[in-house]
Every structure is written in C-alpha cells, then in structure tokens.
C-alpha cells in the first residue's frame, strides 16, 4: 500500500506544480524559469547518486552509438520543448485546463507506439475518442469557436511529452534511471538558457527572488522529489496501475487552481474533465490487440 501512496503523492506534487508554473510567469520568462528549475532538479538529485553508490545494475549491452551523453541530450531536447509549450501556455489558460490536456500523453504513447512497434489496444481506441470528445467540450468555446492559445499550446506540447515518456521507454534498459534523470535535467536546463536570448529574456537577481518559491517547489518537489517517489513507487507496483495512480495528476492540477488561484470552470468544461478523465482512465485497461506492426529484418 505504502508504494501506491507513493504514486500518489507523485500526482499530487506534480499536480500542484502546474500552480507554480502558472505563478512563476508573473515575475520570470518562460525559458528562464524552466532553465532554474530544471538546473536545480539536476542537483537536487545529485545526492541520490552518492546513496546508490556500490549498488550494482544489471543493464544490457547497449547500442553502439548510444552513449549516456547522446540519451541525455535526445531526452533533454523533448523534455525542453514540452515543457516550453507547457510553460508559455499556462500564461493564456488556467493550471486546471493545463493539467488535464497534457495528461493526454497517456493516450498519446500507445498511439504513437505504434509506429515504433508497440501492441495497439481496443481501449487506447476507445479511450481516445472520449478523451477526444471531452477535449472538445473543455477547450473549444460554447459557441463552438477556436481554442484558446495557451490550450493549443499545451496540445503541441502533449505530442514531445509522448516521444520524451517513449525515449525514456527505449533508454532505460542501458542506463541508471537517476544518471537518466539528472542529464536530462542538465542538458534542458542548458536549451532554455541558449534560448532566452532569442526570446528576449534577461536573467536578473530580482526576477529570481521574486520567483524563488515557484523555481524550489518546481526544481526540488516536482523535479527530484517527485522523480524519486515514482521511482521507488514503480518497483513495486505494475506499470499499468502505476500509469493509473500517476494521470491522477490532472485531477490534482484542477483542484489546486481552484483552491490556490480560484480557477472556475464552466459546466461545460466540468464535463469535458470528466469525459477525459474517463478515456484516459479506460485506455490503461488491458484489452485485446487490434494493430502490431510486425518487425521486419
């Protein structure tokens, strides 16, 4: 039980943080905030490599060209542009709305799966198609307009979250997760301060201090401490009641903007919450194979 709680708690801290985010954008640039909070993610789990120091790991041979840097840097690349798109997007919509659009990479992977080989399932189908309806009911206006841009994207954003979770599920094998974690962290960290000029952003101490609370609670709870607890919660509980027990992130998301920014949300995106909700519950369900794509030599 204590390994679900854990997972739990891992939604809860990486729901809350889509608050953080959204706060942090008051006082700091987008690529400046996700460079401070991924820097400090990287050296908040530097001690953790010091305690599996001795520990020994039975990874399998790895390709030749892929090295510990190569998988850091290709993980760091997805992990900056999804959080970048996650990042710019909270400017124009609610922590709520954010939450539960980019749980949609649950849906996402399987689907994209494919193409590498993965098994595709009735439920992912099923799944997509209410989690489809309810994005239409929660995103697109009451009359039927355009989605908002921050909504957007968030959605563009889902698309590099699915090939980052992909990645990980293609490199984890050949390496420590932690080292994983700590380079990707380091090499995004790297991307955004390389960006900020392009953007126009500056880098000053009073845009720091003033953010410092939503760059801890991102760098330190979301990044290292969350990462942990899924980490150790994963070892004990299997992948698809982890994968449930993780997207209760979305649920948490909305609750914390309302509690903490006073978010509402119209009946209309109530039930488009809901529709999401369940489609993305529905496509973690084991169910038969409809499409595998075979692997030719």
């Not at 942090?24 to 050296?43: E, H, V, Y």
């Not at 305690?51 to 900056?80: H, N, V, Y």
Request: a neutral charge.
């Amino acid at each position: 039980m204590k390994y679900r709680l854990m997972l739990l708690l891992t939604a809860l801290v990486w729901g809350c943080a889509f608050v953080a985010q959204r706060t942090g954008m008051d006082t700091i640039g987008p690529f400046a905030f996700n460079g401070l909070r991924f820097l400090l993610g990287a050296l908040s789990l530097l001690p953790v490599i010091f305690l599996m120091k001795g520990k020994d790991e039975s990874l399998q041979d790895r390709p030749r060209w892929l090295t510990l840097p190569t998988a850091c840097l290709i993980l760091g690349f997805f992990l900056f542009l999804g959080s970048t798109f996650q990042q710019i997007g909270l400017i124009y919509t609610t922590a709520g709305k954010a939450g539960f659009i980019t749980s949609l990479y649950i849906i996402a992977v399987p689907i994209l799966g494919f193409f590498l080989h993965h098994p595709l399932r009735q439920s992912h189908i099923i799944g997509c198609i209410i989690a489809v309806i309810g994005l239409y009911l929660l995103a697109f206006h009451d009359t039927g307009g355009a989605m908002n841009l921050g909504d957007v994207l968030n959605l563009i954003g889902v698309i590099f979250w699915s090939f980052h979770i992909l990645c990980i599920d293609r490199f984890v094998p050949y390496f420590s997760g932690v080292h994983l974690a700590i380079g990707q962290f380091a090499a995004s960290s790297l991307f955004n301060f390389l960006a900020m000029p392009a953007a126009g952003e500056t880098l000053t101490a009073a845009a720091v201090m003033a953010s410092a609370v939503p760059i801890l609670y991102c760098g330190i709870i979301s990044s290292a401490v969350g990462y942990t607890l899924q980490i150790i919660g994963q070892t004990k509980v299997p992948p698809t009641e982890a994968s449930l027990l993780c997207s209760f992130e979305m649920i948490f998301s909305a609750l914390a903007g309302f509690f903490l920014l006073g978010e509402w949300m119209s009946l209309r995106e109530i039930a488009g919450c809901l529709l999401m909700a369940v489609g993305i519950f529905a496509a973690q369900i084991p169910s038969q194979i409809v499409l595998q794509r075979k692997i030719t030599e």
